[in-house]
């Protein structure tokens, strides 16, 4: 008997970005404001050439400050918004710029403010059954099990049913979202900030719940923070974004302990507990970033990095492979001088008075 030849399964990166860009052209009374602020034009780029893949099973830290374009990156992920160009590629296959019901499903994402994301006049129960059976994931008869199964898993109980949203901690109402995204057995998570709303004390076990998560059911999370230290025993690999760009991607453990781009240094700094006697105490990092109406020509971070050359106001570096560690990762920079970072830091007069200031520029 002749079989069918099969493909080989897919190896590959579950979900691959490339080169997505993503630009807002503003008309009305905000861009007059903007004008008279002095900005050159009505287009801001939000995204400006991102390229990022997700492996299998992994938790993938999205780093960067306040409007470096994680959330418009995460929106255009779940298919919430179009990208201007450039492609997502789930499993090697370009996602369509319309999505089915089959496609969406497969990414679900998680938001920072839990109560705006649960609607307030709808039961968990229902909230739950009402997925359960649009997309057909279990039978009619087995819906009230299956819920009872996914408040489980996030560490709930089954007398959650027949509550309301506003009857839950903020903690809790996160784990009602994560509920919710999983119902529908997607194999990717994007969650956007999920911590950053909650109490410290609370943010440890949501951070435990999404580890536990990645192992028992295998998911491939894209986790979003604004602040390196949430990511850092949690998150197997972090990119890191400035401007509408990833400018560092690398193994966490690489990462923290060989920064090769001066705003991961910057990054690094700003985590209180890292900052007296780490290797980046020294570094100095000035100013707000740049808007992403006039974004900086050569590399974007150079109107900030205390290491900037003539090379660096022209010339725009790509995002290359500036090493190895054995059995980890290839380590990405955008930065031209990834190699001689340690050489022009130690050159560096310590000033504490301005890193001061890093920490607070760094929201
Ligand atoms: N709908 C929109 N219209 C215009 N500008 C937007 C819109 N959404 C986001 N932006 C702008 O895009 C940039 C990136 O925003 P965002 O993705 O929310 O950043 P982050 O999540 O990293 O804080 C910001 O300058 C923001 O003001
Ligand atoms: S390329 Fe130049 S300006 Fe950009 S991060 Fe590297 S040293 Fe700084
Ligand atoms: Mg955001």
């Known amino acids: 008997m002749t079989g069918r030849a099969q493909n080989p399964p897919f190896t590959g990166p579950v979900l691959r970005v490339a080169d997505i860009t993503k630009r807002y052209h503003l008309q009305g009374p905000l861009t007059a404001k903007i004008s008279r602020k002095g900005e050159k034009n009505n287009i801001l780029r939000a995204l400006d050439g991102v390229n990022i893949e997700l492996r299998r099973g992994e938790i993938l830290a999205l780093v960067g400050e306040s409007g470096s374009g994680k959330s418009t990156l995460a929106k255009i992920l779940v298919g919430g918004i179009p990208a ?13 710029k319309r999505r089915g019901r089959e496609a969406s499903r497969r990414i679900q994402m998680v938001f920072q403010d839990p109560y705006s994301s649960l609607n307030p006049r709808i039961s968990v129960g229902a909230m739950l059954r009402e997925l359960l059976l649009l997309h057909r994931i279990v039978p009619r008869g087995e819906v009230r099990a299956e819920s009872i ?15 309301f949203p506003s009857q839950f901690s903020g903690g809790q109402r996160q784990r009602l979202a994560i509920a919710r995204a999983l119902a529908v057995r997607p194999d990717i998570l994007i969650a956007d900030e999920p911590v950053s709303a909650l109490d410290v004390s609370v943010q440890a076990t949501i951070l435990d719940l999404f580890a536990r998560l990645q192992l028992e059911l295998g998911l491939s999370i894209l986790f979003i923070a604004h602040n390196l ?3 850092q025993h949690l998150s197997q690999r972090v990119a890191v974004m400035y401007l509408g760009r990833i400018v560092e991607v690398a193994d966490t453990a690489e990462l923290f302990s060989n920064p090769r781009h001066p705003y991961t240094r910057a990054l690094i700094d700003s985590i209180p507990r890292m900052t007296a ?4 105490e020294a570094f100095v990092l000035e ?10 020509s050569g590399c974007r971070f150079n109107p900030r990095c205390p290491f900037a050359g003539d090379a660096c106001r022209i010339e725009d570096p790509a995002l290359v492979v500036v090493g190895s560690v054995t ?6 920079s955008a930065c031209l001088r990834a190699a001689d970072l340690d050489e022009l830091s130690l050159a560096r007069t310590p000033n504490p008075a301005v890193a001061g200031t890093v920490r607070s520029v760094i929201k």
């Open 277 to 280: 006697g780490s290797v980046n």
């Open 229 to 231: 230290a949430v990511v």
């Open 287 to 296: 100013g707000e970033p740049p808007s992403p109406f006039n974004i900086p």
């Open 327 to 332: 059995g980890a990762s290839p380590h990405e």
């Open 149 to 163: 199964r996914l408040l489980n898993l996030v560490g709930l109980e089954a007398d959650a049913l027949d509550a």
């Open 84 to 96: 201007t160009s450039g492609a997502v590629h789930y499993h090697g296959v370009q996602m369509p």
